[in-house]
């Protein structure tokens, strides 16, 4: 289990930079007046800051301290441009999920990057939100 909490503070490390991402992406949509899209960036955004939260609350429960403060992008797309960049970003997020599962046999961190990693690829194929379950899935994780 010792490669867990650095497997998680770079899920964190992730996930705060896809929400801040989201975020300044949402805030250009809606200063624009395209509400339509704004919705769709917010839902995301959401979607990714309930990632944050699952991340810490399981490094809190595991007794670590979560490292970093919020991830800033250094180039955001153009609201034009903003499906393909954010596309190929849900895509490296679904690699790396898939990728790190292979080697987590904790159960209670597998969960949570499971249903993590599902989010993401409904993210990757459709753009939009509100792929989270607004609860957690196991008694444990409620406590």
């Not at 919020?70 to 999920?97: F, G, I, N």
């Amino acid at each position: 289990m010792s490669q867990i909490p650095d497997l998680l503070q770079e899920a964190r490390r992730r996930e705060l930079g896809q929400a801040a991402f989201y975020r300044l992406l949402s805030g250009d949509a809606a200063h624009g007046g395209d509400t339509e899209v704004a919705e769709r960036l917010n839902e995301l955004l959401a979607d990714e800051q309930h990632h944050v939260a699952r991340v810490t609350a399981r490094i809190l429960e595991l007794g670590g301290t979560p490292e970093g403060g919020e991830a800033v992008p250094r180039v955001a797309p153009s609201l034009e441009a903003w499906e393909a960049e954010a596309r190929r970003r849900e895509e490296d997020e679904v690699a790396w999920y898939e990728d790190v599962l292979d080697a987590v046999e904790d159960p209670g961190t597998r969960s949570i990057l499971s249903e993590i990693l599902e989010s993401e690829r409904h993210h990757r194929e459709g753009l939009a939100g509100k792929w989270m379950p607004a609860e957690p899935t196991t008694a444990k994780e409620g406590m």
